[in-house]
């Protein structure tokens, strides 16, 4: 038994595992079963740790060991919620475990029942979560339990979040995540927790540069622990920021791996990543796949939030306001913060619609959220919907000063396909103004991001607009050059170095040069200056 527990003590699941067997096989305690409940859990073992957890449960409560008992009836309350998706078991437990910690003296450990209640609130009531973990982080603090503490913490600071109070909520997070990083927390599960409060946090806020570095920080956390299920949700959540930050390639191995890794490990955890995982394919233009990932994610929250998209994509704005309808609705009384998402898919169907008053009653709920949560992604979500508002009252004007305002954000924020997208919207509103060597110059910008992401079927859809603009000339097109491809031999004309043409297109040096290399051979040429003396003389830069 001393040996198992100091295996359990470094992290070494495995061995204490087998340890806790050995010392069963002379003698069953509730100890060794408690301990092979730990282990197992870690091995990924749910299903034992479960049948561990249950039998010490009932020898503890022979004995009349109260404590310990409420402590595994919690325990068991997470299991079966968490892990298990199987709520009335959970609450059965949950209420066991109230019962029984009403008969003990106040302690740090009856800090940890509002805090597994809470996670049965955490997608849909976050004023819940807010009282729940306030009381856990009152109690915890009163009787020095900083583990607890700082996870009650950084559940405050999610709450918060999500109910617009963003500043406030930011503070919580960054101290809990900071101490669990610093190693003053020794709980592993505690750690993990304040970090992944931290990420989901800035991820419903839409901070993605934030979400980058604590992801960052977490997966280092879980590889040098051994932690494969925190690394499994660490990197879906990593993989839906790489989504938005263009790093499709990265995001894609993430989400893939996650999807797989939580769908054996911990099912009722693997429908997040399916689902982001579907809308990185819908951004690529791989429709089938994203409804095949849909589908195997069910009734996860996020299913009609992608299949809203995927409506909108197809030009079927009344199904589209359905599954965004249908998302909005399982929040009750205010909106938290993750509702703007539905709200700007509900504007942007209800203005395809004709709908324009009661868009215009959704857009002043979005306003007040972006208003709120502050982060640049958020505001040029609203600022886009504007946009559609306008447009479809005919204010031209308005719809183009907005559009050029949600461009720049998303640019900054960075969001490159969401930007791409704002300008193609801006390309018509200009085009409609009468400014069609503006609309002509925003298409092909859009056009080659879309091409450089390998966003397929926006790249399709853009380079008809920009062909109806009399934008790509027949010889370019005999040619084969992308828009992106056409920049650069332009900026090598100019007499651009690589490092000046990365700067002015906002690429990396290695990217031109791949331009470059994919230039030559379809011109058939070796060098910069061939290639801009053979494109003039084909007239392929007019």
Known sequence: MEDAAGALGRGDWKAARELYKAALDECETPDALEGLGIASWWEDEIDAAIEARERAYELRSKRRETPEAAR???FLAWDYSVLRGKQAVANGWLQRARRLAEELEPSAEHAWL?????????????QAVLELSTQAAEQARAFGGLDIEMTARTLQGLAL?????????????????????????????????????????????RDYDRAGQWCERLEAFCERTGQRPLLALCRAHHGTVLTIRGNWGTAERELDWASGELS????????????????LKRRQGRVAEAHELLDMAEDHVLVPLVNATLALDEDDPAAAAAHAARYLDRYDGARPVEAAAGLELLIHARA???????????????RSIASAVGSKHARAGERACAAAISAADGEWDGASLALHEAVDLYRSSPAPFDAARAQIELAGVLDALGHPDRALEHAL?????????GAERDAIRAGKIVAALGGRSAALSRAGLTVREVEVVRCVAEGLSNRQIAERLVVSEHTVHR???????????????AAAALVTQRQLLD
């Open 161 to 205: 979040t999500s109910l617009g109070r963003v500043e406030q909520g930011i503070r919580l997070l960054d101290e809990g995540t900071a101490a669990a990083t610093a190693g003053e927390l020794h709980d592993p599960i505690s750690i993990g927790a304040c970090c992944c409060n931290m990420i989901i946090a800035c991820e419903r806020s």
């Open 264 to 279: 054996t490990l911990r099912p009722a955890l693997a429908g997040y990543a399916q689902a982001r995982f579907a809308d």
């Open 72 to 74: 595994l009836a919690g």
């Open 515 to 529: 331009h470059l290399a994919n230039v030559y051979t379809k011109l058939g040429v070796s060098s910069r200056a």
């Open 114 to 126: 509002p805090l597994i209640e809470a996670s049965f609130h955490l997608d849909t009531n976050a």
């Open 445 to 453: 910008a859009a056009c080659a991001v879309f091409e450089e992401l």
């Open 352 to 366: 395809a619609l004709g709908y324009r008053d009661t868009a215009r009653e959704a857009h002043e709920e979005l």
